[in-house]
């Protein structure tokens, strides 16, 4: 009894913790000031990441189950020039190899997932455990952990087990919410004495918007209107219901943490001056990343989601909101489970407002009722969706401090990637970027942000998503034509290295030279990898492959 009581104080602490008062953001101050030199607070932790689905390959070896995106990926059309990540970069067997890479780096952290299927292969926790998949990862963490790397395991990045979809529908089904538990519960059992950090979504967003609303993602649902909400309701409670697992089960004895990993992209007013651009600019922050941190921080979604979509709903002569409710007691169950705030972060939009007639019915997008825009002036490396606004990252750093009472952040992504015809390795637009962007987080740190760790994204070239191998976001070259996958080190390798070293941005001569000597080492990758592609005429090089995008600005 007397334990069970520390349990529900420890709870009460952490809801205090979680839901100090927060301040108002100030919409109108926006400081774009000059390059700051100075290092991080001793004990920031730096590091790379990367996720089962994107990196393993292995798909159907030593007992793993079927995903969702092994399904999606096997359907002509769905990918870029049909690309899979059936053998991807062959990190399933290769991850000694890349173990050594983060050793020569000096990376604190390796943040990677686990993959339910290989696990779990029917998703069921009570049908069958693959050992084979438990080994597999017991493997990776200790060697990460003999190497003093820190692992920061994701739960689930994407990769559902087939069957749970075709059986109950994936994250339209509740049922989901227990099964998630089981998964989770069975990792906390077989890894959480070693690890001490879990994540337990990543990128939910773009699960319920791309997997269940825009159909571009797997499992390809397009349920325009409903299917975004439902998947997200489901995917909060699934995450609540896992931290307080953790917390009752698991934290006396393993002492670790649980969060969360949102990513979200900062939203600017086209007009700071304009009271309707500052409230399009932050509709658009709370129906992006407020429409998870805000239920996890204050138990419910935002009020102007609240408003909009139930409004929207009552025009299109619905009886009841399109965006679920969560009951009294679902509300204080969720509130609170939030002991740190993964954060991804890449690029920034201008936002204005702009009315969506609700005859055209509903979606979530056009419930929003604004444009994206972007500055022709920002740099774009390639992936058009993907702007270097550095500045961006100081502002939405700010915001999560104000809006959430500044909570412990791990910045989980945030990195850039290229298209280019020919391959290059020495890429000074990431090193560029990389600069910007960590000095606009230790500019955030001095305003009073709780950033402990830094995640860049990612530590190898990887299988993205439905531009298959056409974007490349790595800090290592993988050459995918070659059947062994070797890596090679792009010049930012060198660049990151340095900036770990250093604990920031010491002084500007130093800083200066950093890029000098990184473009220097590699020259000499360069020649590596035009010789191997000589010998392996066979070689397919998907990084040339040219593809454009919209910006996201239509319905």
């Given at each position: ?8 104080l ?28 100075g ?12 996720s ?31 690309d ?11 991850f ?42 017991d ?86 209107g ?91 002569g ?68 993907l ?24 910045v ?10 020919c ?34 994204w ?80 066979g ?17």
């Amino acid at each position: 009894m007397l334990q069970w009581g520390t349990l529900k104080l420890c709870h009460v602490l952490a809801l205090v913790l979680c839901t100090l008062a927060s301040e108002d953001f100030d919409w109108t101050k926006n400081e774009r000031t000059a390059f700051y030199f100075g290092t991080f607070p001793t004990g920031f932790s730096w590091g790379a990441g990367s996720s089962a689905y994107q990196t393993e390959g292995a798909w159907n070896i030593d007992g793993k189950g079927l995903s969702i995106w092994d399904t999606f990926t096997h359907k002509k059309g769905k990918i870029f020039s049909n690309d899979t990540g059936d053998s991807s970069c062959e990190g399933y067997y290769k991850f000694k190899d890349d173990i050594n890479l983060m050793k020569d780096m000096k990376l604190n952290h390796y943040r990677f997932s686990i993959s339910w299927p290989r696990i779990l292969p029917s998703g069921l926790k009570s049908e069958h455990i693959n050992e084979k998949g438990v080994k597999y990862y017991d493997d990776l963490i200790n060697m990460l952990l003999d190497s003093k790397i820190t692992p920061i395991v994701t739960l689930y990045h994407w990769d559902l087990p087939q069957m749970l979809q075709e059986k109950y529908g994936g994250w339209q089904n509740a049922s989901m919410v227990n099964y998630f538990n089981d998964f989770a519960n069975l990792c906390f059992e077989r890894f959480g004495n070693r690890v001490k950090y879990w994540i337990t979504f990543s990128n939910p967003w773009s699960i319920a918007v791309e997997g269940y609303e825009t159909g571009e993602h797997a499992p390809g649902l397009m349920l325009k209107g409903t299917g975004a909400y439902k998947a997200a309701h489901h995917i909060i409670k699934a995450h609540a219901k896992v931290w307080h697992t953790y917390d009752i089960q698991w934290r006396s004895k393993q002492k670790g943490l649980v969060g969360i990993s949102l990513t979200a992209d900062w939203g600017e007013p086209v007009d700071i001056s304009n009271q309707r651009d500052i409230e399009a600019a932050e509709r658009y922050i709370q129906f992006y990343l407020g429409w998870f941190a805000t239920p996890i921080f204050h138990g419910d979604y935002p009020q102007v989601m609240k408003d909009y979509i139930g409004r929207k709903s009552g025009q299109q002569g619905l009886g009841a909101s399109r965006l679920p409710v969560f009951s009294p007691q679902e509300k204080s169950y969720i509130k609170g489970t939030c002991d740190f705030l993964g954060l991804g972060h890449f690029t920034t939009r201008y936002v204005t407002q702009k009315n969506y007639p609700s005859g055209l019915g509903g979606s979530y997008l056009s419930d929003r009722d604004l444009a994206e825009l972007v500055d022709p002036h920002w740099p774009d490396p390639g992936s058009e969706w993907l702007y270097s606004v550095p500045w961006g990252f100081r502002r939405l750093l700010n915001f999560v401090k104000t809006q959430y009472g500044n909570p412990m952040i791990y910045v989980t992504e945030n990195g850039v990637s290229e298209k280019i015809l020919c391959t290059n390795l020495c890429d000074n637009w990431r090193m560029q970027y990389l600069k910007d962007y960590i000095n606009e987080m230790l500019k955030a740190i001095k305003d009073g942000v709780n950033v402990k760790g830094y995640t860049a994204w990612s530590l190898l070239d990887n299988f993205e998503w439905d531009e298959g191998y056409s974007e490349r976001f790595g800090l290592y070259y993988v050459d995918f034509g070659n059947k062994n996958k070797p890596r090679y080190p792009k010049a930012s390798v060198q660049y990151y290295k340095r900036i770990i070293s250093s604990n920031g941005f010491p002084n500007q001569r130093e800083v200066e030279s950093w890029k000098r000597k990184a473009v220097e080492t590699c020259s000499s990758s360069n020649q590596l990898l035009a010789a191997a592609g000589r010998k392996s005429k066979g070689s397919q090089e998907h990084a040339g492959m040219e593809k454009a995008w919209p910006v996201h600005d239509e319905v």
